[in-house]
């Protein structure tokens, strides 16, 4: 299988992907990225949404998708400022 199958795993995976490029668009790190995805892929694993297979296999592509910077768009359309802030803390 290389793609989900499962209707609620595709709604669930473009959910988690456009949460994740909407914290991009607001200069998160690739780390801040994991930590919102872990935690939302475990509260499908807590919730038992998705069947094992399925949830096995949404865990798979989010953990490739978040690792391939291709996936994301930076604030200004591209990937020169994708995590770089222009604010200050």
């Given at each position: 299988m290389t793609a989900l199958q499962n209707p609620e795993a595709i709604r669930h995976f473009q959910s988690l992907c456009d949460a994740c490029q909407g914290l991009v668009s607001r200069y998160h790190s690739p780390s801040e990225l994991r930590l919102y995805a872990d935690g939302y892929l475990?509260?499908?694993r807590?919730?038992?949404v998705l069947d094992a297979?399925?949830?096995r296999r949404l865990e798979?592509?989010?953990d490739r998708w978040?690792?391939?910077p291709s996936s994301f768009i930076g604030p200004?359309?591209?990937l020169n400022t994708l995590?770089?802030?222009g604010r200050a803390y």
């Open positions: 475990h509260a499908l807590r919730t038992s297979q399925s949830q798979e592509l989010i978040i690792l391939d200004e359309g591209g995590y770089e802030s």
